[in-house]
């Protein structure tokens, strides 16, 4: 069964997860990561079982959790060329779990298709 959990959403933060019950992934991570995984393990999901991140752009609202998540988790970011470089700038270390893509190009996180978009 496939699920999407809204986590945080609004100008304060916006944070989603979806999963399929063993496949979990977060939708962009802008709110703090002790929050995103208090959050996901009221959920019963460990922090540690997420497939990556998905950065649908480089806002502080979107991904003010994802130094402190890749650093504890080494967890995959995936995000546009543009994102990715504007990202990298702010967190040095990124660069190393940062996977980029052309927006309408299609891939793959754990057992989910992902198709970009513009």
């Known amino acids: 069964?496939?699920?999407?959990?809204?986590?945080?959403?609004?100008?304060?933060g916006n944070c989603l997860?979806?999963?399929?019950?063993?496949?979990?992934?977060?939708v962009d991570a802008g709110i703090?990561?002790?929050?995103i995984c208090k959050a996901l393990r009221e959920l019963g999901v460990e922090p540690g079982e997420l497939a990556g991140i998905l950065v649908t752009h480089e806002h502080t609202d979107h991904i003010a959790g994802i130094a402190t998540l890749t650093k504890q988790l080494a967890l995959p970011v995936y995000a546009s060329h543009a994102?990715?470089?504007?990202m990298v700038y702010r967190i040095?270390?990124?660069e190393d779990c940062l996977h980029t893509?052309?927006?309408g190009?299609?891939?793959?996180?754990?057992?989910?298709g992902v198709?970009?978009?513009p």
């Open 32 to 35: 703090s990561a002790r929050r």
């Open 17 to 26: 997860l979806m999963t399929d019950g063993s496949t979990h992934i977060l």
């Open 83 to 86: 994102a990715g470089r504007q």
């Open 105 to 112: 190009d299609s891939f793959e996180v754990g057992c989910f």
């Open 1 to 12: 069964m496939f699920e999407v959990c809204t986590l945080a959403s609004g100008s304060s």
């Open 101 to 103: 893509f052309v927006p």
């Open 115 to 117: 198709e970009s978009f």
């Open 92 to 94: 040095a270390f990124l």
